[in-house]
């Protein structure tokens, strides 16, 4: 089956007997079991509910991957994927991660005993001098805000010579575009609130992943720290996957318009976009992705244009935060996104203050363009 196909008839199938073509709501915190000594499937919503296992086992079926795990937010998947690491483990990380992840790796590994590395270019690590203590590489291609790419098949196999994990967060690309289990990664972590739920309107986080004794642990970890999906959430985000793949060649499509339109500006210093020729991860993400995505970022030219004016004005992009929703959004990652960066660290990776990230929505391409165009005019100085 194709992505779309799987999509709308991927995950469980309904098993009440009815036949609906939705998988059934199951409201319950608790199922009652019928023999002393065996447990059926479901016992407690924490540690499995029908509806969630459905879209796990969708958010699986659509990279073809044997397990997935659904929790409440994406932070709550990546805290999991955290929860791997013991005193004494160290992590290797991507200069620009999403800031709560960095606000997590930041604030909680000392007093876990983890060490961490953040690396300028993984593509260019020397895995010759790689520690025995590193125990997981983190990495988020294309990375957020600065759109960076690393090359996930040249770190899985340099990963895989030393024993050491490699999760890969795939929010902004889906596993409509980029398939990090098959480029040889252990774990892919995705906020689902994103393009996969797609409407703004929930929270939820996945990990899919194929090794058997991993998926012990996590789901372990998920039933222990108990972060996970609720069953409601967990049907509005199947909702949601099953138009997936339709939702975000219309985001690219409209995404790739707009970077165009930036780049030609006088307004955008640089424009950050995976599907620029001029993105230096360009020729490297083309290998490993089918598509660029919606998510693009660019320097905002102050000299000229006043960007407070600019972000005012603009009628169709909502200035907050967040991504992958129906509606385009404006953010400056500096003060918002990533502001558990330390202003000088931002500094140093390029997340200035002067950067914006759009996360473009489907709306009609023109209208954006026209908006963007009004808002330009109205900020020059
Ligand atoms: C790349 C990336 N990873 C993880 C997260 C965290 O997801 P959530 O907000 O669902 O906890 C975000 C949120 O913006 C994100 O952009």
Not at 55 to 67: F, H, N, P, T
Request: charged share 25%; glycine share 8%; with cysteine.
């Amino acid at each position: 089956m194709k992505y779309q196909t799987t999509a709308i008839h991927g995950g469980r199938q309904d098993d009440s007997g009815k036949g609906a073509v939705n998988y059934p709501l199951y409201l319950s915190s608790t199922f009652v079991q019928d023999d002393v000594e065996h447990f059926k499937e479901f016992v407690y919503s924490r540690g499995a509910n029908p509806t969630r296992a459905s879209v796990e086992k969708l958010a699986a079926d659509l990279e073809g991957a044997k397990y997935g795990l659904a929790y409440a937010t994406g932070m709550a998947a990546t805290a999991n994927v955290f929860d791997l690491l013991d005193k004494g483990d160290k992590v290797l990380l991507n200069n620009n991660v999403y800031g709560g992840t960095w606000r997590f790796v930041s604030n909680l590994f000392e007093k876990r005993g983890i060490q961490y590395e953040v690396v300028d270019s993984l593509n260019d690590y020397d895995f010759d001098r790689i520690g025995e203590d590193v125990k997981l590489i983190f990495v988020e291609t294309p990375s957020n805000p600065l759109l960076e790419i690393t090359d996930i098949r040249k770190i899985a196999e340099e990963a895989k010579k030393h024993g050491i994990l490699v999760a890969v967060d795939n929010t902004f690309m889906t596993s409509y575009f980029q398939r990090p289990l098959e480029l040889g990664a252990d774990l892919v972590v995705y906020s689902a609130t994103k393009y996969y739920a797609g409407h703004s309107d929930l929270l939820a986080g996945l990990v899919v992943l194929n090794d058997d004794a991993l998926y012990a642990k996590l789901k372990f970890f998920q039933n222990t720290t108990g972060g996970v999906l609720s069953p409601f959430d967990s049907f509005l985000l199947a909702r949601g996957i099953k138009t997936l793949g339709v939702r975000l060649d219309r985001h690219q499509y409209n995404a790739r318009r707009i970077a165009e339109y930036l780049e030609n500006h006088d307004a955008a210093e640089r424009v950050f976009y995976p599907g620029l020729k001029s993105n230096p991860g360009y020729e490297l993400h083309k290998k490993q992705a089918s598509g660029d995505g919606g998510v693009l970022s660019f320097l905002f030219r102050e000299e000229g244009y006043d960007l407070q004016a600019f972000v005012n004005s603009l009628k169709l992009f909502g200035f907050t935060v967040s991504l992958g929703g129906v509606e385009s959004l404006i953010c400056k990652p500096a003060t918002m996104t990533h502001e558990s960066y330390e202003r000088e660290l931002q500094e140093k990776i390029g997340i200035r203050q002067n950067l914006l990230r759009l996360a473009i929505g489907i709306e009609d391409a023109g209208d954006l363009l026209e908006d963007l165009e009004q808002a330009l005019r109205k900020a020059k100085r």
